[in-house]
């Protein structure tokens, strides 16, 4: 996965409920780490790149996440873009995807209060405790010691897409250059697939991905840009103490 990843369980299950879910869940990640690393030359993904099998002979979760992938592009007018780089990388949908599967498999084996970390790109069911709500921090992009945001947050995915942490990475593909008016885009969805997949469409469209976010009505965003200015939706869940960049 190229990332690190926690899980954290908040029900008062049985111990070995809690470990062999946990395991499950990093047993399911390692599969998609063989299956969709572009880093990998065994990978079903690096097979597909290099002509070796074709889109209708990869497997249903192949399959599954190129047609995912399709319909973003569709959806984002063409800004989130597997092929940006001129080769198939599918791996800004597939973290979150992929996490968004391991949180909805907990949930069903009745661990329904969790939160999965899959590199900064969170999934949370549930509460960390009674009254209580999961708080997740948005990196400061340019002060490692501190937080942009902290949101409070029960049944959501909050995904963040920003050059803080790999530098220039993310494509504008109709220029083929790298985008750079943004410094970080957040947005916090129903489902952390899409809502990983929103934050770096948003990221590829520069200023103009502000209105785009604004005008979507599923979704809460912040966005940060190279100039410092912040920008955030009127419903963003901000923690109760929390001292934001914007008003």
Known sequence: MGTAIS????DAAP??????????????????DERFSTYKEHSEVS???RGEISAGQASDGLRQVLAACADLWTETGGFFDASATGLLDPSGYVKGWSAQVASDR?????????????GGDVCVHGRPGPGRSWRVGVQHPWERDRL?????????????SGTYERGLHVVDPF????????RSVTVVGADLGAADAYATAAFAMGRAGIDWLAAR????????????????SPG????PDDATLAP
């Open 236 to 239: 963003l869940p901000l923690a």
């Open 47 to 49: 097979r597909l790149r």
């Open 15 to 32: 111990p070995e409920v809690a470990a062999a879910c946990a395991e499950q869940a990093f047993a399911w990640f390692r599969e998609v």
């Open 106 to 118: 907990l949930a069903a084996a009745g661990l329904g209060n969790h939160c999965v970390n899959a």
């Open 7 to 10: 899980v954290d369980i908040a």
């Open 217 to 232: 009505g599923d979704v809460e965003w912040a966005v940060i840009c190279e100039d410092g200015r912040a920008y955030r």
């Open 175 to 182: 220029t083929g250059r790298p985008a750079a008016e943004l």
């Open 148 to 160: 942009a945001w902290v949101l409070a947050v029960e049944d959501v995915a909050v995904a963040t």
